[in-house]
C-alpha cells in the first residue's frame, strides 16, 4: 500500500494520497486550496486520483476540490451536515481573511454524501466512513482496516485534538466521537491527521493531554 502526504496552504494542512501501488489508481484525502500541490503529490508517484474523501467541510480542507475536481475527473465525497461550511466557501474566507483573496475556491458541481458506516470500494481499496463530529458536526474519519490506518483529519493530533470554538463546534460531542470511534481501535492503528505528523491511537491513549475527558 502507497500512503504519503504533504503540508499545503496556509494551514500545513495534510493532504494525503493512498493506492495499492504505484502508478495506479489512487484515492485523495483532503484538499487545501493548493490544487497544483495536490497534483505535484500525485505526480510524484504516477498516481490517476479518482476520488476525493474530504473529512470536513472547513476551508483549509476543502479549498482546492472544487479546482481539483476541475482539473481531473474525481468522485467528491463530504458528509452533508457540514453542507453549511462546503456550499459556502467565500463565507469562511470572509470570516478569517475579512476579504475573500485571490484564488479558484469554488465547491464541485456535486459532492457525494457520506454516512457512518458506510463503505467506499474504490481504486481496489476499501474505506470505512467513521462520523465523529465535534469539531464540526460532519467530520469524518476515514479507516483502512486491513493497513490499520485511520485519517483522522482534525478529530485527533498528536498530542491533540480538533478545536470546538468554530461554528458547529462541541466539546462534548467530540470527546463521545473520540470515545466511540477511535479510542475503540487497537493501539497499534497508525493516525493520519489533518495537521502535523502522525501518531499511534495507543500512544494518544497514554499520553495526550485530553485522554481524560474520553476514558
Not at 481496489?124 to 483529519?153: A, I, N, Q, W
Not at 470527546?175 to 494518544?204: C, I, Q
Request: net charge negative; aromatic share 6%; hydrophobic share 40%.
Amino acid at each position: 500500500m502507497l500512503i504519503d502526504g504533504r503540508p499545503l496552504w496556509l494551514a500545513d494542512t495534510n493532504t494525503w494520497v493512498v493506492a495499492p501501488e504505484r502508478g495506479g489508481m489512487a484515492v485523495v484525502v483532503d484538499a487545501p486550496p493548493d490544487a497544483r500541490g495536490v497534483l505535484d503529490l500525485l505526480a510524484r508517484h504516477e498516481l490517476t486520483p479518482v476520488a476525493l474523501l474530504i473529512t470536513h467541510g472547513h476551508i483549509d480542507h476543502v479549498g482546492g476540490a472544487g479546482e481539483l475536481s476541475r482539473t481531473v475527473s474525481v468522485r467528491s465525497f463530504v458528509h452533508p451536515d457540514d453542507d453549511f461550511l462546503t456550499l459556502d466557501p467565500r463565507s469562511q474566507l470572509s470570516m478569517l481573511f475579512g476579504m475573500v483573496p485571490p484564488g479558484d475556491f469554488e465547491p464541485p458541481s456535486t459532492f457525494e454524501p457520506l454516512a457512518d458506516g458506510m463503505t467506499i470500494e474504490i481504486a481496489g481499496m476499501v474505506m470505512e466512513v467513521r462520523h465523529t463530529p465535534g469539531h464540526t458536526p460532519g467530520h469524518c474519519c476515514f479507516l483502512l482496516e486491513d493497513e490499520g490506518v485511520l485519517f483522522s483529519g482534525d478529530q485527533l493530533f498528536a498530542g491533540s485534538i480538533g478545536r470546538t470554538d468554530l461554528p458547529g463546534g462541541d466539546t462534548d460531542v467530540l470527546m463521545e466521537s473520540m470515545r466511540t470511534k477511535v479510542m475503540s481501535l487497537a493501539d497499534d492503528f497508525r493516525v493520519l491527521p489533518g495537521h502535523g505528523p502522525e501518531t499511534t491511537v495507543g500512544t494518544e491513549r497514554r499520553t495526550n493531554p485530553f485522554r481524560g475527558y474520553w476514558q
